[in-house]
């Protein structure tokens, strides 16, 4: 999971998964990257990482800086989670996405979802059309504090997972595990 500080991607953890990474309404709340398993059928588990919020320039040393930007080359895809109850949400997927471009070229073009987070929030309604109408792509809307829509991220989950699965297969590779 990357993004802003704030953006929910601990609370997201914590609803996804047993981890308990800390949550607060202050930036910077994550130091170090967590990583949670979520569980399905058939014994199948995906690991989720909770990396630490990135801001513009983290791939300068901005923020907390570009150290923990390695543990997102491990990551199979990428979840880009979203504040939706900040206006113009799609610069924070593009300003996102240019971090990880700047420190590694084809790293944003890993296969990704959006998670557009705090659906719950008054103002995230109207901000979640416009967000949709910039990205013209599928945006995954929900909330980690109630849990709205949260079934939609674990059925996707599992799509992104078997999809590179598929991948690796067809390479004639086996699945990295962790
Ligand atoms: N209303 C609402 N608040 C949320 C939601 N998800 C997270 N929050 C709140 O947003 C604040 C930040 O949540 P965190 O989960 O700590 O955010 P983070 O992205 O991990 O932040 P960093 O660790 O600083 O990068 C907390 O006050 C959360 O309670 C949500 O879906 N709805
Ligand atoms: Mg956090």
């Known amino acids: 999971m990357v993004g802003f500080p704030n953006a929910g991607k601990s609370s997201l953890l914590r609803a996804l998964s047993n981890a308990r990474p800390a949550v607060a309404a202050y930036p910077f ?7 949670g398993i979520v569980h399905y059928e058939g014994h199948q588990q995906i ?4 990396i630490p919020g990135l801001i513009r320039g983290a791939h300068q040393n901005r923020g907390l800086g570009s150290a923990f930007l ?4 491990r990551c199979r895809f990428l979840l880009f989670v979203v504040d939706l109850s900040l206006s113009e949400p799609w610069t924070q997927v593009d300003d996102l996405k240019y ?8 790293l944003s073009e890993r296969p990704h979802a959006i998670i557009a987070n705090k659906i719950d929030l008054p103002e995230a309604r109207a901000n979640l059309s416009q ?3 910039h990205l013209g792509q ?3 809307a929900l909330s980690a504090v109630t849990g709205e829509n949260l ?5 996707h989950l599992k799509v992104l997972y ?17």
């Open 151 to 155: 079934e939609q991220l674990l059925l």
């Open 131 to 133: 967000l949709r109408d």
């Open 47 to 50: 690991a989720v990482a909770d």
């Open 70 to 73: 390695r543990h997102i080359e």
């Open 99 to 106: 971090e990880l471009e700047m420190y590694e070229e084809g």
């Open 162 to 178: 078997d999809a590179y699965l598929e991948a690796e297969r067809g390479r004639g590779r086996e699945p990295l595990k962790w």
């Open 29 to 35: 709340t994550t130091l170090k990257p967590h990583v």
């Open 138 to 140: 599928e945006v995954i």
